[in-house]
């Protein structure tokens, strides 16, 4: 076999590589140069794409698979990105109406009551919770959160502090919390109490929204929330019980760390849609986005620390700067995050997808931007020019509803929507709801 210009007798790797790029002492960091064809690229380092800029062609050589692989292997290598990816095309039929309903109150947030069929839980701006009926448009007021304001609280990185509004999949208790803040209550809509005060600490609260999800297990209804930056618990969303009672792990500086102890600060939480998996948007000094992922199931029958360090948790993707960004699931086994590179100033515009179970990346596209939603088949992405539709399992792009910029989800009624003001506007997917039983 001859020798190829890396110096190697071996197989011809994915991409081409500049010469300065190659042999085993090389800088590893450089910029990635797409084909137009999918994510295909080659490689060159800084001081050729600089050259380039200035009107000097790159050289560009064949290179060994390990060669490439030594470069492509992390993604914290990648400096930048030249040229446009291939994005493919393949137009289906469907509807494209967006409805549009008269609202009863200024919405701050809203909730899909995931167990009924058009039913829409309201927060406005007095605080009031209310379910809604987006055919009839009866509203009904059913309890009126008292979570205190933080005046205090100073944005980080452009985040205002938010309401946020969570619920139960059978609409009878909710969550509302103060995102980037610390404080937030559960309710239950039968009788209006408050049933569980909420604190998720005051270290940094400020970057992350504060980690909630709801969740049923076993007939209960729990709630799955940060009681520090760095611990996620469950309670029992209709008595407050502590359904995860573990010895703390806080330590003074420079002395030993406990066991258990994690040095992570938890985000946003993502439950799969069965709820079998959690997915945390959080993030590590000095600082990393480091989506997570762990058997909610083991979590609560076999391991009250596997949050932190248990035999399911996952770390996917690290990524500098980079958290607080659009995730879904596409199933109970698949989960996508946005964002391909690891750095937020390399980082081009697509999805990667990850197995929750070996936290594996089986697939990445680019093209989507803004909020990510599933239905089992079809991955949505609420881009700024509007809705945009693709295929996961080919990475192509298949429609788009022009001006329809959802951000919410409805798994049972199959609808996409958005509250803007007075008016929710309600888009049907154009696959059958997948979680309607």
Not at 27 to 40: I, K, N, P, S
Not at 93 to 110: H, Q, S, W, Y
Not at 176 to 195: I, K
Not at 310 to 316: E, F, K, N
């Amino acid at each position: 076999m001859d020798l190829l210009p890396c110096g190697h007798a071996a197989y011809a790797g994915p991409g081409r590589m500049c010469r300065h790029l190659l042999g085993d002492d090389s800088d590893e960091d450089h910029v990635r140069l797409l084909t137009g064809r999918g994510l295909e690229y080659d490689m060159c380092c800084q001081a050729c794409d600089k050259g380039a800029d200035q009107g000097h062609p790159v050289d560009l050589l064949v290179a060994c698979e390990g060669c490439v692989s030594r470069c492509a292997e992390t993604d914290w290598s990648i400096v930048g990105w030249r040229g446009t990816p291939g994005i493919g095309q393949r137009p289906e039929p469907f509807d494209t109406t967006v409805r549009e309903t008269p609202l009863p109150v200024d919405v701050v947030d809203f909730v899909p009551v995931a167990d009924s069929g058009l039913a829409w839980l309201l927060l406005d701006r007095d605080g009031r919770i209310g379910r809604f009926d987006a055919d009839t448009g009866i509203w009904t007021v059913l309890a009126e959160t008292s979570v205190p304001a933080e005046p205090d609280h100073e944005p980080w990185a452009g985040h205002e502090l938010r309401r946020r509004l969570h619920a139960g999949a059978d609409g009878r208790f909710v969550a509302v919390v103060n995102d980037f803040g610390r404080h937030g209550q559960v309710l239950d809509l039968r009788s209006g109490a408050v049933t569980l005060v909420l604190n998720g600490g005051d270290h940094r609260p400020d970057t992350v929204p504060l980690s909630l999800a709801m969740l049923e297990y076993q007939g209960r209804v729990m709630v799955m929330h940060r009681t520090a930056w760095n611990r996620l618990d469950i309670s029992d969303a209709a008595t407050g019980e502590l359904l995860t009672a573990r010895e703390p792990t806080s330590y003074t500086n420079g002395g030993p760390r406990p066991e258990h102890y994690l040095d992570y600060f938890h985000g946003a939480l993502c439950l799969s849609p069965t709820g079998r998996y959690v997915l945390d948007d959080g993030w590590v000094w000095s600082p990393v986005g480091i989506p997570h992922v762990w058997s909610v199931h083991r979590w609560l029958e076999d391991n009250v620390w596997e949050s932190e360090d248990g035999r399911s948790l996952r770390g996917l993707a690290q990524r500098a700067y980079y958290w607080n960004n659009p995730m879904c699931w596409l199933d109970d086994q698949r989960l996508v995050v946005a964002g391909i590179g690891g750095d937020e100033e390399a980082m081009l515009a697509g999805v990667r997808v990850f197995d929750a179970e070996t936290g594996r990346e089986t697939a990445a596209f680019a093209g989507p931007t803004g909020a990510l939603f599933a239905d089992g088949r079809r991955l949505y992405a609420a881009a700024a020019t509007g809705l945009e539709v693709w295929d996961p399992a080919t990475g192509e792009r298949t429609g788009a509803v022009p001006g329809f910029v959802p951000t919410r989800h409805h798994p049972r009624a199959g609808e996409l929507a958005s509250a803007d003001g007075l008016v929710l506007r309600r888009w049907r997917t154009p696959c059958e709801p997948t979680l309607a039983s």
